[in-house]
């Protein structure tokens, strides 16, 4: 429900054939929300100085597909809401481990390619540095931090996701069936159209396999 009047008024303006005088008409009437608009008959909206039964007849349309909108908008929130986040089955050595890669990952530096702060176009993304007298690839003193072997994670939390589910990419329903929901969530392919997207995202809540990327759809 729209209460404010500026709002509403910017509102009824987008619909073709009202201005800002017949929006004000419209508002000053009583119609100030788009429940009034949609329960009012024709006959109410031909009395407003400047609306025709044709402009009366576009504004019940426009709102109502508007009201339409909204609907489908908040039931599409609501169904995102009661999907519950899966939780992977963990032993308590992966738990640990988990928690040393978090904790570490707090206290790792920022990687930065050998000589951003110079040239715009290399941009921060790292990069190997190299050169034969580069003093960042011989790693000599207050130099930024090189990318080494001494920042990898916990060997058993390697390559999970945050959550501790090892990710899976899937194209297919079908491919749903080699899927562990216990240990295993997936990632839906970026190639994947809407219509196969929706099939696998249902298949996948009937299965108990959590999604990952569901929020994309």
Known sequence: MIVDKEEFIRFLMS??????????????????????????????????????????????????????????????????????????????????????????????????????????????CWRRPKGLHSKMRKGLKYRPPRVKIGYRGPRLARGLHPSGFEEVMVYRVEDLDRINPERQAIRIGGTVGVRKRIDIVKKADEMGIRVLNRGEL
């Open 15 to 124: 619909i073709p054939g009202i201005g800002r005088a017949k929006a004000e008409a419209i508002y000053e009437s009583g119609f100030d929300t788009k429940e009034k608009l949609i329960n009012a008959d024709i006959e109410d909206l031909v009395r407003i100085k400047g609306i025709s039964e044709n402009l009366a007849k576009r504004i019940k349309e426009g709102v109502g597909k508007e009201a339409e909108k909204e609907e489908e908008k908040e039931e599409k929130e609501e169904e995102k809401r009661a999907v519950p986040r899966i939780k992977p089955k963990l032993d308590e050595k992966l738990k640990e481990a988990l928690e040393k890669r978090r904790e570490k990952k707090d206290r790792e530096p920022e990687f930065l390619r050998q000589e951003w702060f110079r040239y715009k176009r290399l941009g921060e």
